[in-house]
């Protein structure tokens, strides 16, 4: 049933009616069980959430909400491998990728069987390059999924990125971000990684042809050593003389590819062994996504979260604040994860919604952020959520910058819920903003993996209540489509048909 005709959607919004006078300090001072209650466990994430906008009368209703939209049966049903992703006619498996070796029953086996060959051969391969010492500089090149995954871990875990090699990561169309990488490397001593899913995206396949022209240019010729393609479509990148190849299939959405070949880049950074510490860290997060009851289910609770704040608190946005720098296109990443995803203004079956969907996303790390939008989080006329993400251990050993960090972090969430009041004016802070904080012991391979699939499920939660497809990206379609003809009327300069804006724009770059 479509969430906004169950009783629990009413109860609700009945609910978030009497919710206006709700106080984050009196509810911790009327309930002591507040932060027991709401401080779960998931693998190698702990979170806080007692921070939000929520009592245990909105918890129940919440899971209710889930039970009657049928959250449970449509989470089972993906790893079913059932096709959910209505609108392509695909499944939805990304999660079949981390799955350990072994067997899976009836249908899945063959799929898995595919899996843990392609994952054998990819990182033999990567272990061959990383054992290249000719081999200095990996440059990545693809857009949205294929670049954002593997750009943000790569980052993320650059502790543990093999000495002697660096890594460019290109996607954009614009020629300054391409020519710029190429102006520092020699041809010998690269390997151009060309990711894309489906191997059409005409960014990608720009950058593509100019760096293999770039590459031949400088007098070399073995393509097969120094191009690989990682992609579902190897015919066409065959067709671009790439004959190394990577697969994967048309059920891994490109936003949900960084464990498939899409890893392969972060994979030669931190070797097959990390790489297989990542997928087992998110298929711990998948097992904890499967089996949890709901109310200790974190990627449940968060999705659920987000529904709430959403549709009955009205908040429309969520900033994401990394207290970690190598987290820092993280942000980025889960702008695509959550706004690709979650962005659609109609249902399963393609009617309307009279309620919202995808929250805005975005933030950067901390403590920098406090230096620069903050200030809105505090005092600023608008609610955001704030989400929280710190670290523990450091990897470096200047104990009082982590310290300062962590305190920062935590001192934040603080002032936002705490405020002050005992100065008015321009020197008040309302307090009772709301935030979660997720903590992980140590940022590695496998505590990434599971932060990423708990991302990942808590999407797969909002999207599955909210009854849409979020597998999809048919909103992408339209300014392609456009970009063809205006690129044909940039080169014959003809404007007749186009609206008045876009002439006039066309005419003054073209004057
Ligand atoms: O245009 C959107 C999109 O299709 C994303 O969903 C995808 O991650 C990106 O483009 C890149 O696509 P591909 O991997 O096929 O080049």
Known sequence: MRCDQTAAWKALQAHADTFKSFDLRSAFALDPERVKRLILAAPYIWADLSKNHTDTATEALMQELARQTGLAAHRDAMFRGEPINNTEGRAVMHWLLRQPEGKLPGALAAPLQEV??????????????????QITDVVNIGIGGSD??????????????????????VSNVDGHELAGVLKGLKAE?????????????????????????????????????????????????????????????DWVGGRYSLWSAIGLPLAIAIGAQG??????????????????PLEANLPVRLGLLDVW????????????????SALRRLPAYLQQLEMESNGKRVDRNGHALPYGTSPVLWGEPGTNGQHAYFQMLHQGTDVVPVEFIAV?????????????LLANAIAQAQALMLGQADEGGHKHFPGNRPSSFLLLDELTPT?????????????????SVWGINSFDQW??????????????????GDTQGLDASSAALLQRVLG
């Open 116 to 133: 843990q060959g392609t994952l054998k051969a990819m990182l033999a391969y990567v272990e061959q390059i990383r054992a290249d010492v």
């Open 148 to 169: 954002l995954g593997p750009q943000m871990a790569v980052l993320a875990l650059q502790d543990f990125v093999i000495p002697g090699k660096r890594f460019h990561f």
């Open 189 to 249: 001593n690269t390997l151009f990684l060309i990711a894309s899913k489906t191997f059409t995206t005409i960014e990608t396949m720009t950058n593509a042809r100019s760096a293999l022209a770039w590459f031949q240019a400088q007098g070399s010729q073995d393509v097969s050593r120094h191009f690989a393609a990682l992609t579902t479509n190897v015919a066409a990148a065959a067709q671009m003389g790439i004959i190394t190849t990577f697969g994967f299939w």
């Open 275 to 292: 790489f297989r510490d990542l997928l087992a860290g998110a298929h711990a997060m998948d097992q904890h996504f499967q089996s949890a």
């Open 309 to 324: 704040y959403r549709n009955f608190m009205h908040y429309s946005s969520r900033s994401i604040a990394p207290y970690h």
């Open 392 to 404: 523990k251990k450091p990897t470096h050993n200047l104990a009082e910058h982590h310290e300062l």
């Open 447 to 463: 505590s990434l993996g599971a932060l990423i699939a708990l991302q990942e499920h808590r999407v797969f939660v909002s999207g």
């Open 475 to 492: 909103g992408v379609e339209l300014g392609k489509v456009l970009a063809k003809d205006i690129h044909a009327r940039l080169l014959s």
